[in-house]
């Protein structure tokens, strides 16, 4: 709904539902398993680990489509920094390395990685200072999570990351 739909109206409820699952009034199991299954669909095609196969058009499409619907739903829902560091903290290794990756495909979509840098500068400007230390730190500790390979189509995928010898 968040990315198909082009009520804004839908939209807007879409963002609500998705703030109040991360970001629940009260704790219960509930939201403890709702808040999970959210964070899986969203976060899921930026960390799911590359596979040596060859990509399919349909695995190719998920991480464009996930990060549009980030941003739909960062536009869209209530301004909150637990919200925001709650969905991005998770994803900043997979931006960074897909932004780097972006940099040196020279024929990529420039709204892309305009895309991408908004995310993680809107994760900068409201981390925590512990949190974004820690995050940064998992983030040059851990270069062997594959790489970000990207076509004229504007589809991108995560490969093996290869080692030069």
């Given amino acids: 709904m968040l990315v198909d739909s082009s009520h804004l109206g839908h939209k807007r409820a879409a963002a609500f539902a998705i703030h109040r699952a991360l970001v629940p009034k009260k704790t219960t199991g509930t939201s403890i398993q709702a808040s999970s299954t959210v964070l899986s669909l969203l976060q899921g095609p930026f960390l799911e680990s590359p596979s040596s196969s060859q990509r399919c058009s349909q695995a190719s499409s998920r991480p464009r489509r996930a990060l549009q619907t ?96």
């Fill in 70 to 165: 980030l941003i739909t739903l960062l536009l869209n829902a209530e301004p909150s920094p637990t919200f925001v560091t709650k969905l991005l903290s998770s994803l900043i290794a997979p931006l960074y390395r897909m932004s780097y990756d972006l940099s040196r495909f020279k024929t990529a979509d420039p709204q892309l990685r305009e895309s991408i840098l908004s995310l993680l500068k809107s994760w900068g400007k409201i981390v925590d200072e512990n949190e974004g230390a820690d995050v940064f730190w998992a983030l040059s500790a851990n270069d062997n999570e594959g790489e970000w390979k990207f076509d004229a189509e504007g589809h991108m995928w995560k490969a093996p990351r290869q080692v030069n010898r």
